[in-house]
């Protein structure tokens, strides 16, 4: 029972340091009860505690801000961050379950980088391109989902619709095809386009459904595992059925 118990109070004391939101200074007992659905006796005593652990600070009127101990901790995940580790595992994956190549793309300029790829070994006829490949930056499946998130004003209302593209004809690698689903950050900002690439002749539109939920998974799974916003995936895949 302490063991549930203890578990039940970092998850409320979690929720009270995320009520605070993007703009937020300070916020009252009410509001910080009312955020996080716990009675104001609860947040009253897990915000003291907060507040010896420097998570929280509370001013002369009583109302709540987040404390400095956050921001030490956010500097020192940011000084350990390295962006393969949460990248790579998802590529493995997803290439192992699709047999295709998996990659992140990433927009430097007018070109797009392949920034991290898992080339797949269970077909002769593969998918190969060396990292920091680039390519403009608007072209192909993942470039696609490039423009249409870092130029919304300019198209690509579907893609951001629909969270995924596919380039099938008109590739810059003839007889290949491409799917890409884009990946957000922490901060709720595009970070890049995953993407999965093979011989045009595996992308049928038989199979262009399934490799499509795949890459949405994967870049979902990446999302969630940056702290991004994963809502509109779940909208996305049940497009797809």
Not at 107 to 124: A, I, K, P, T, Y
Request: glycine share 10%.
């Amino acid at each position: 029972m302490s063991h549930r118990d203890g578990v039940a109070a970092v998850d409320r004391a979690i929720a009270i340091v995320e009520a605070f939101q993007d703009g937020d200074t300070a916020l009252s007992l009410g509001e910080l009860a009312r955020r996080t659905g716990l009675i104001k006796s609860t947040v009253l005593r897990l915000a003291a505690s907060l507040e010896r652990a420097g998570c929280l600070q509370r001013s002369d009127a009583g109302s709540y801000r987040l404390g400095p101990t956050l921001f030490r901790l956010g500097a020192r995940y940011q000084a350990s961050f390295n962006l393969g580790d949460h990248v790579m595992p998802v590529l493995e994956r997803l290439s192992a379950a699709t047999g295709e190549s998996a990659s992140l793309y990433v927009r430097e300029g007018d070109v797009r980088v392949c920034l991290h790829r898992v080339h797949s070994m269970r077909h002769q006829l593969l998918h190969f391109l060396r990292v920091g490949t680039q390519f403009p930056f608007d072209t192909g499946a993942s470039g696609k989902v490039i423009a249409a998130f870092t130029q919304p004003g300019e198209g690509g209302i579907d893609t951001r619709e629909r969270l995924v593209a596919r380039s099938v004809a008109d590739r810059t690698i003839v007889q290949t095809a491409a799917v890409s689903a884009p990946v957000f950050d922490a901060a709720d900002a595009f970070l890049g386009a995953l993407s999965l690439a093979g011989p045009s002749m595996r992308f049928t539109e038989a199979a262009l459904p399934r490799l499509e939920r795949a890459v949405l998974e994967a870049a979902r799974d990446v999302t969630t595992s940056l702290g991004g916003p994963v809502e509109g995936y779940a909208a996305a895949l049940e497009r797809l059925g």
